[in-house]
Nanobody, 123 residues
Framework: VQLQASGGGLVQDGGSLRLSCAASGRTVSRYAMGWFRQAPGKEREFVAGISWSGSSTYYGDSVQGRFTISRDNAKNTVYLQMNSLKPEDTAVYFC?????????????????WGQGTQLTVSS
């Protein structure tokens, strides 16, 4: 499966942005999906995950209440709506395809990675 992330860019502190991740090569509708991010000089961290049906979602502590993950299985696409952005959200964001139907909370749950998309939040 190929995962293509898009939607990154430059946004001001407090702004909003939506990332998209389009899958091709294999349907991902039966697998959990998620987003991770990596800031300069830091390890990659979990941002958000969603079960195959969308009925279960998971969030990292630092984005809880500000970010929303969703999916459209008909379009084989996962989204990350990011609100109330902060400079510390600046990172490269990676889309991830899961190994299982329901769980996406750590890198061990990831079967495939997309290329990253850069988000920069200016203060």
């Amino acid at each position: 499966v190929q995962l293509q992330a898009s939607g990154g860019g430059l946004v001001q502190d407090g702004g909003s942005l939506r990332l998209s991740c389009a899958a091709s090569g294999r349907t991902v509708s039966r697998y959990a999906m998620g987003w991770f991010r990596q800031a300069p000089g830091k390890e990659r961290e979990f941002v958000a995950g969603i079960s195959w049906s969308g009925s279960s979602t998971y969030y990292g502590d630092s984005v809880q209440g500000r970010f929303t993950i969703s999916r459209d299985n008909a379009k084989n696409t996962v989204y990350l709506q990011m609100n109330s952005l902060k400079p510390e959200d600046t990172a490269v964001y990676f889309c991830a395809g899961g190994k299982s139907m329901n769980t996406m909370v750590t890198e061990t749950d990831v079967n495939s990675w997309g290329q990253g998309t850069q988000l920069t939040v200016s203060s």
